[in-house]
């Protein structure tokens, strides 16, 4: 059902030691940990390999020299057992009788972690207590009613594995931008370090910045006489699940996370998306996911041809293609080539009487166009604008001044205001918006909003903060705002006193079930009740859909968007969010243009909550471009006393 491989341990290609890198050790790491959780259970194993990942995966100090020098035991969080092991996999290339773990694990019992908020603890139990071992009997069992009869279990949590299937199946090995650029970048690489590849490069949705990606398209420009060991130099490469096929000119892969340079990441995530991914398990779940991906080995001569093509999407590629035969050319992924010489030659052999390329520019040339950035190609009206010279000069990460909703410690954030500010003055800021959360917001019970008199003293401290910068002649200033509770009635939480004190409201909906429980003429109607208070300036995360966590609620987005337009033209600021976190990416790049069109101010937020996760704005960014914005419809670029002229 689902392209997910049984894991495997990687192989070694090198014939010297260190025979790993840094990333593989600790993916292996966290997958033993993970298998251990499905299979044995011994707490204290469990903890020493999930710290030994941890541990391995934040290490500054070369691995290979710790373990060499005999040092490794000495560091905080391995122990013995796991440095002989790491000592053993660096030196020979083995790892001990792990094999023999991996081998009993079935692979069923794998594929179910990547169901969102199905942990390793509770797909041991279904195995265990029901013999369940597939996501199908899973489902099976699920929809007989069994699952809720368990221990721990209920209706609730048996219709939300059914929900998470639901989704799973729905998203079918589809990865988040995020990691499949990780991913794509990484493969990028490896594949254009062979000896023999002159350029490869990443195509397809992922260049083509899709919110979620399928399968990953390289393109790699490969002399005839060296297509033999190219390929067989990427069938040799470590990490590889599974060789789905491999011929002349194309070679399909499935790739597992231990291909990626660095060990996976995801940073702090919003207390949201942390549950509605899967909580605690998010992370073992996303390192047992994989990634399809097919390389296209191409004469250096057909390169920009073959890059264009696959680089998509289908739509574009079928207008061209229908502008070429009206110029009498045939174009595909080998050439762009007149009829009456190509006649009833085909591919590669067709294309020696191409127009000549080695660019993408002059493909769009000889097709009358001016050069479509890869992120408009989907057939949205970006021909026609090539053709007349009206492509939008697309927003650029440099572009940004700062951004309006962050998070620090007094709500669910894990850094200061002065780390935040420090990060963003890193990025060439002007300014940095502070939203934290109000205090309705709660997780499980758990307040995780702040109380209106301690959102006011954050105030006071930041004003404190903006003077010192003042009188020193920094330009930066933080934005005192908060990210108030849009209630059910679409009314805002804390009073309206207390919101009046605030440079900016970025009003959000969290409370997901009541919303997504009720229809769109009630949502819209509360939305927009919620936009129409006087003290909202930002619309955040509109749909609160978490990209494979689960839908937002229904909402007719155009009717909100047009009265936001109409509160703009009476001179009220009323902005939508880009969401930039890339579990959000909420407002969908499909509706941008037409907020714009209505003008409606957008702003890219990261919704950070730790200084890294500012960084999340580049997705933003790339979310803006599909979406054909430029820096003046963006708040984001204003400079940051324009914005305090503008909130004050
Ligand atoms: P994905 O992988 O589902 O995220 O989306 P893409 O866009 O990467 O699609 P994929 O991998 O099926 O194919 C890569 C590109 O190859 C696609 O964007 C356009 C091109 N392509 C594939 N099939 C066709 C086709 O039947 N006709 C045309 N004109 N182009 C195609
Ligand atoms: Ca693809
Ligand atoms: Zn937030």
């Not at 966290?30 to 541990?55: C, H, M, W």
């Not at 721990?152 to 990691?179: E, H, P």
């Not at 409370?511 to 229809?519: K, V």
């Not at 009220?572 to 003008?599: C, T």
Request: overall charge negative; some cysteine.
């Amino acid at each position: 059902m689902v392209s997910m491989k049984s894991w495997t341990l990687p192989k070694s290609r090198r014939d010297d030691p260190p025979h790993y890198s840094k990333a593989q050790v600790a993916t292996v790491l966290e997958q033993v940990a993970t298998l251990l959780k499905l299979t044995d259970a011994n707490p204290f194993r469990i903890r020493a390999y999930e710290n030994g990942s941890r541990t391995i995966a934040s290490i500054e100090q070369d691995l290979w020299e710790l373990s060499t020098s005999g040092k490794m035991t000495e560091v905080k969080g391995i122990g013995k057992g796991i440095a002989s092991l790491i000592g053993e996999a660096l030196g020979e290339g083995t790892w001990g009788d792990l094999q023999k773990l991996y081998d009993d694990t079935p692979a069923g019992m794998i594929e179910m972690l990547a169901i969102p908020g199905l942990g390793p603890k509770r797909i041991k139990q279904l195995h265990d207590e029901l013999g369940i071992d597939s996501i199908a009997e899973l489902s099976t069992v699920c929809h007989e009613g069994g699952v809720e009869k368990l221990d721990g279990f209920g209706a609730k949590s048996q219709q939300k594995i059914l929900d998470g299937i639901d989704l799973l199946a729905r998203f079918q090995g589809r990865r988040r931008l995020n990691v499949g650029l990780l991913y794509g970048e990484a493969f990028e690489a490896l594949v254009a370090r062979i000896k023999g590849v002159e350029h490869a490069q990443l195509a397809g949705s992922a260049r083509r910045r899709r919110e979620t990606i399928g399968d990953l398209d390289i393109v790699a420009a490969v002399r005839p006489e060296n297509v033999d060991a190219v390929t067989k130099a990427i069938l040799n490469t470590p990490n590889i699940a599974e060789v789905k096929g491999a011929g002349d000119s194309k070679v399909s892969v499935i790739l597992e996370a231990s291909i990626l340079e660095q060990h996976m990441d995801l940073g702090t995530l919003d207390s949201g998306v942390f549950s509605a991914i899967g909580g605690d398990d998010y992370s073992s779940m996303e390192s047992a996911g994989t990634i399809d991906a097919q390389v296209r080995l191409v004469p250096p001569e057909v390169f920009a041809f073959t890059l264009a093509y696959f680089t998509g999407s289908k739509e574009h590629n079928i207008l061209l293609r229908q502008r070429a035969i009206n110029m009498g050319l045939r174009l595909n992924e080998f050439g762009l080539i007149p009829e009456e010489k190509a006649g009833d030659m085909k591919g590669l052999e067709a294309a020696q009487f191409s127009l000549p390329a080695t660019t993408e520019e002059e493909i769009y040339q000889h097709l009358g166009l001016a050069w479509v950035p890869p992120e408009l190609r989907e057939d949205m009206g970006e021909v026609d604008a090539a053709e007349t010279n009206k492509l939008p000069r697309l927003v650029m990460p440099t572009d940004l001044k700062g951004c309006f909703h962050n998070h620090t410690t007094l709500s669910d954030g894990v850094a200061t205001l002065e780390q935040m500010a420090g990060a963003a003055m890193d990025m060439d800021w002007q300014f940095l918006g502070i939203a934290d959360h109000s205090q309705i917001l709660n997780i499980g019970g758990r307040q995780i909003g702040a109380d209106a008199e301690d959102m006011l003293a954050q105030g006071e401290a930041i004003r404190a903060l903006n003077e010192v910068w003042a009188d020193g002649g920094k330009d930066f200033r933080l934005l005192h705002g908060a990210e108030c509770d849009i209630l059910p009635d679409g009314s805002l939480d804390y009073d309206e006193e207390t919101r009046r004190q605030l440079s900016h409201v970025v009003a959000s909906v969290h409370q997901l079930t009541t919303w997504r429980s009720r229809d769109e003429v009630a949502n819209t109607e509360a939305l927009i009740t919620a936009i129409e208070d006087p003290t909202c300036t930002i619309l955040g995360h509109p749909t609160g859909r978490i990209l494979q966590g689960r839908d937002g609620f229904d909402v007719d987005l155009h009717a909100v968007l047009r009265r936001m337009g109409e509160l703009n033209a009476e001179g009220e600021l009323k902005s939508v969010e880009i969401n930039a976190s890339p579990y959000r990416l909420d407002l969908d790049w499909r509706f941008l243009r037409f907020a714009r069109d209505q003008g409606v101010p957008i702003c890219i937020n990261p919704d950070a909550h730790d200084t890294s996760g500012l960084r999340d704005v580049w997705f933003g960014v790339q979310i803006a471009r599909k979406g054909w914005l430029e820096p003046q419809h963006l708040l984001n670029c204003k400079t940051g006393e324009e914005i305090e002229a503008m909130l004050s």
